[in-house]
């Protein structure tokens, strides 16, 4: 199984089309995410929505809005608000997780085999097969 995260920006206006893919495939949603973590001294979150593995081709995309969104337990905000309210109209909780931040990282695809382990290690993502 390939499990790929897949970045539609930083949650600005994208993430309205993160809204849009949430609600489009809410048969196959798995898990909504919310990664927080603090770039420099300010506290941001992603936002990600997890879907089943197609099949055939068993791909997993994990469709993420990266660091652009203040963390919502320290700065109330209006994008975060849509997130919860879509993860109520689609019956989903969203799941929360402290994590690294990006620029920890020399290259964001090593940020994001990070979070994949992360998932994996929580039992929110299946182990490879």
Known sequence: MIQRFIELGEGYSDIYELLELARANQHRIVH?????????????????????????????????????????KFIPNKRYDLFQK????????????????????????????????ILRLNHFLKPLQ
């Open 32 to 72: 909504l995410m919310a990664f927080h973590s603090s770039v420099g001294d300010r506290p941001v979150t992603s936002l990600a929505v997890i879907l089943q593995p197609t099949d055939p081709g068993n791909f997993q995309a994990l469709y993420i809005c990266r660091e652009g969104i203040p963390n919502p």
């Open 86 to 117: 879509t993860a109520e109209e689609l019956g989903k909780q969203i799941m929360e997780l402290s994590v690294k931040p990006s620029t920890m990282f020399h290259e964001k695809e090593l940020y994001y085999q990070h979070l994949i382990g």
